[in-house]
């Protein structure tokens, strides 16, 4: 009777193991004669692991499909204040500037979650707040914990940033001390 609820237990806790194992090698569109066919050729915005969608599990950007490119410009000074990209959010919190800036903000149109601040190499006294929403992204990759990456304007991964992941919400938040380009990765 204890082997058969030992194996009831493995048997629960392996399935959603193998379904991750088993979607970890499937194809994805741009890959559809599979990771071992020689004309294959890694999709560079999803980072060097591919994640579930390529050939590895996680270490890579979340692929999702793409948006409408969101675009904002706003003056934020000493007193803080927010931007908003289409579905992300920018707070800088009092103190954060020491004089008033004219922050712009580009979501572009790309097979991955990312925005682009300038003016580039912006620091900030206080961390300012960004906050990527990956609601329109497949539900099971979703489930991952994710970060926010810093990135190269080509979607390089530079540094995984301490984030905070929002499941219920689907969105992610970190803190970012300077201006760059930043993406959800998992």
């Known amino acids: 009777m204890r082997r058969l609820r030992v194996f009831s ?3 629960t806790w392996c399935a959603p193991v193998l379904l991750l194992v088993a ?5 994805t ?8 066919a020689p004309d294959a050729t890694p999709n560079p915005l999803l980072g060097s692991g591919s994640g579930l969608l390529g050939t590895g599990i996680g270490g890579g950007l979340l692929a999702c499909p793409a948006q409408p490119e969101a675009r904002a410009s706003q003056e934020i000074g000493p007193a803080g204040g927010s931007l908003q990209i289409g579905p992300h959010t920018l707070v800088v919190p009092p103190g954060a500037l020491a004089a008033p800036v004219v922050i712009s903000a580009v979501a ?3 097979p991955v979650v990312s925005v682009s601040f300038a003016p580039e190499g912006l620091a900030f ?5 960004l906050t990527l929403s990956y609601a ?8 991952l914990p994710k970060h926010i990456a810093y990135t190269t304007n080509l979607l390089e991964i530079l540094q995984l940033l301490t984030s ?3 499941l219920l919400h689907r969105n992610v938040s970190a803190g970012l001390d300077h201006f760059s380009r930043y993406a959800v990765a998992w």
């Open 9 to 11: 237990r493995a048997r």
């Open 23 to 27: 979607l970890s090698s499937c194809s």
């Open 29 to 36: 569109p741009d890959r559809l004669a599979g990771p071992e």
């Open 108 to 110: 572009p149109s790309d």
């Open 125 to 129: 006294a206080t961390p300012a707040r």
């Open 136 to 143: 329109h992204c497949p539900l099971l990759p979703s489930l």
């Open 164 to 166: 905070v992941d929002d």
